[in-house]
């Protein structure tokens, strides 16, 4: 495989099972979590080989937002680019992540942040916090795992 080039707007196939797939689209990068890629996930479940229209793609419901390496899941094989389209949706995305070890059960450090804005911190999560998405780096293959099963592979602290 020779080098691989993606670009904002950029939509990839992942395998849901074996007849069916899902769709992500790499929407920016964010400076307040290394410039790492952020993509967002699209609920909807589509048959494999009926590839649909990629505004149907990008009007449709997103299920979640993660940091990841866009790349590396087109080099390792757990998505495939299908194609480009320009509407990458509101930016206005709100992640957090804990301080804690994944060691720890019921984290008290948090750090809360929008895209490309100055983190906060907080001991307990507050109802907006909660409803944030992850915001560490995941691997392709961590991403692939809550495509398919509906949350991530690995242990992390909760919040109470």
Not at 54 to 59: A, C, T
Not at 71 to 85: A, D, M, P, R
Not at 101 to 106: D, L, Q, T, Y
Not at 127 to 156: C, M, T
């Amino acid at each position: 495989m020779g080098r691989i080039y993606t670009k904002k707007g950029d939509i990839f196939e992942a395998e849901y099972s074996e007849a069916e797939v899902k769709y992500l689209q790499y929407i920016t990068n964010d400076m307040s979590q290394l410039n790492s890629d952020v993509i967002r996930v699209f609920k909807q479940v589509y048959k494999k080989g009926r590839t649909p229209e990629l505004n149907e793609i990008v009007e449709g419901e997103v299920e979640f937002y993660a940091h990841c390496v866009v790349k590396w899941g087109v080099k390792l094989g757990f998505w495939e680019k299908i194609g480009n389209h320009p509407e990458v949706g509101d930016l206005n995305i709100l992640f957090r992540c804990t301080n804690d070890s994944p060691k720890v059960e019921i984290s008290r450090d948090w750090r809360v942040w929008r895209v490309n804005e100055e983190p906060w911190f907080e001991a307990e999560l507050s109802a907006e916090g909660r409803k944030a998405d992850e915001g560490s780096v995941i691997p392709p293959n961590s991403i692939l795992h809550k495509i398919q099963a509906g949350e991530y592979d690995f242990v992390y602290p909760r919040y109470e």
